[in-house]
């Protein structure tokens, strides 16, 4: 495995981008291929089984573009997938982090919130997270099942997102959380409208940044790290519209040089 070869990030649609955006600001002379399902988000909705067989054509891709790394940028496959990967790539994988840890640490009565989607809620990933470093913390989790199709229609404000934020936020009424953890790698985009709700006593916690910190770690420790004072090449794929996609993509990363390709993900 070479440290020239490049870093896999994938995720079901565009979400990923925010944790891309947090590995380039860390590691810029790193090359990433990005994929975005986007023909098939949203995930989750859909049953476990049926995530972890996109996840598995993902990673299988992956093998063939000989990347050194692979990393999660999606709650929902790291929830179902993640373990089941563990140990069967020929190169490492770096999951979604659940970011609970960040959250305890501003939330001195223990009390966190967290939006994510119905897979990750049912999964109970961030309630379980918490259960193992403080049995005494109390996490409400609420799926929030209308935000990433809205996300990736483009809707990042407007009066649709608006009313979606206000119905869901209403369940954290009186639950008196100091911290919220964006449970799915879409949500940041959002993340000042959703602020604006939750009030500026909470803290709004950004899973993507504990990722990219991980997957830094993760190549310091197999000596993977990229020689390079450069700019690091950018390659996305994506499984549905290019245009959309393209548009997304310089939302969330700016105006850049990266080449964009479709894919079949159903062939691996």
């Given at each position: 495995?070479?440290s ?9 649609g ?7 955006r ?26 476990p ?20 790394m ?31 840890q ?13 939006v ?8 109970e ?12 913390a ?17 809707e ?41 709700q ?24 197999h ?10 090449s ?24 990266a080449e ?9």
């Amino acid at each position: 495995m070479k440290s020239d070869a490049p870093i896999g990030v994938f995720d079901s649609g565009i979400g990923g981008l925010t944790v891309v955006r947090e590995i380039r600001q860390m590691l810029p002379g790193e090359n990433i291929i990005y994929v975005g399902d986007t023909a098939r988000v949203p995930y989750g909705s859909r049953e476990p089984k049926e995530i972890v067989a996109f996840m598995d054509q993902i990673l299988r891709f992956f093998a063939g573009q000989k990347v050194k790394m692979a990393v999660f940028a999606c709650n929902t496959m790291t929830a179902y997938g993640y373990q089941r990967a563990r140990g069967r790539c020929g190169y490492p994988l770096v999951p979604m982090n659940s970011a609970v840890q960040d959250a305890m640490a501003v939330s001195p009565g223990k009390r966190i919130g967290v939006v994510a989607t119905e897979a990750t809620v049912n999964n109970e990933m961030h309630k379980n997270s918490a259960a193992q470093i403080d049995p005494e913390a109390i996490v409400h989790a609420k799926a929030c099942p209308d935000f990433v199709p809205l996300i990736e229609a483009g809707e990042v404000d407007g009066p649709r997102m608006e009313a979606a934020i206000a119905q869901y936020m209403e369940f954290f009424s009186g639950k008196e959380i100091e911290s919220l953890i964006l449970g799915c790698t879409h949500y940041p985009l959002i993340e000042k409208l959703l602020q604006k709700q939750a009030g500026t006593g909470v803290h709004m916690i950004n899973p993507a940044r504990a990722t990219a910190k991980a997957a830094v770690k993760e190549l310091q420790h197999h000596q993977l790290l990229r020689d390079s004072s450069g700019q690091g090449s950018l390659t996305m794929c994506f499984s549905g519209d290019l245009k959309q996609a393209a548009q997304m993509t310089d939302l969330v990363l700016g105006k850049n040089t990266a080449e964009f390709k479709t894919i079949d993900l159903t062939k691996y």
